[in-house]
T-cell receptor
Framework: AQKITQTQPGMFVQEKEAVTLDCTYD???????LFWYKQPSSGEMIFLIY??????QNATEGRYSLNFQKARKSANLVISASQLGDSAMYFC???????????FGTGTSLTVIP | GAVVSQHPSRVICKSGTSVKIECRSL??????MFWYRQFPKKSLMLMAT?????????EQGVEKDKFLINHASLTLSTLTVTSAHPEDSSFYIC???????????FGPGTRLTVT
């Protein structure tokens, strides 16, 4: 079974609007971490936001927030006030405490329209 | 945040030659580094986990004799693609994890083209 599922291969959003990128995960480990990374066309992976499985509050980092719904095993990324520079691939990832390995989703390509 | 460098950023080599890619953690010690391969418009595929002072752990289907990994120090891991072939052309990314539940820090990647 897929550890991380991103069901939106491509998304479009109008500049200055908010957009939600979906991510669901599968684990039986009670302790895990969830991450979002941005990969622009240059290829570098840029860390955006982290949510621990025991964190009570949703993580926020500037314009990024993570909508963590533990019972549903979802960790959607919300980008507010989209900017043209937000156009990139976005990857959701999970790390289980049991191991060092990161599991990545297949990614969502976000295009911000002026 | 922590910085991971990767060198070279791009390399073109002839079929049959070997290529070494370096991954360095610049401002922290990384006991574990990871090597990924990424095909165009695809996700990152974990190739191996590199452990300082011990042998790397390879994922299923990754040829350990072809992709040699050495983690010689707490700040350096190298990936050597031996006897490269055109099908080895890809984007290779390394990362280092700060112990605990912290994020992985990624290098900028190396684009390998084998002609």
């Amino acid at each position: 079974a897929q550890k991380i599922t991103q069901t939106q291969p491509g998304m479009f959003v109008q500049e200055k609007e908010a957009v939600t990128l979906d991510c669901t995960y599968d684990t039986s480990d009670p302790s895990y971490g969830l991450f979002w990374y941005k990969q622009p066309s240059s290829g570098e992976m840029i860390f955006l936001i982290y949510q621990g499985s025991y964190d009570q509050q949703n993580a926020t980092e500037g314009r990024y927030s993570l909508n963590f719904q533990k019972a549903r095993k979802s960790a959607n990324l919300v980008i507010s006030a989209s900017q043209l520079g937000d156009s990139a691939m976005y990857f959701c990832a999970m790390r289980e405490v049991a191991g060092n390995q990161f599991y990545f989703g297949t990614g969502t390509s976000l295009t911000v329209i002026p | 945040g922590a910085v991971v460098s990767q060198h070279p950023s791009r390399v073109i080599c002839k079929s049959g030659t070997s290529v070494k890619i370096e991954c360095r953690s610049l401002d922290f010690q990384a006991t574990t580094m990871f090597w990924y391969r990424q095909f165009p418009k695809k996700s990152l595929m974990l190739m191996a986990t590199s452990n300082e002072g011990s042998k790397a752990t390879y994922e299923q289907g990754v040829e350990k004799d072809k992709f040699l990994i050495n983690h010689a120090s707490l700040t350096l891991s190298t990936l050597t693609v031996t006897s490269a072939h055109p099908e080895d052309s890809s984007f290779y990314i390394c990362s280092a994890a700060i112990p605990g539940m912290g994020e992985q820090y990624f290098g900028p990647g190396t684009r390998l083209t084998v002609t």
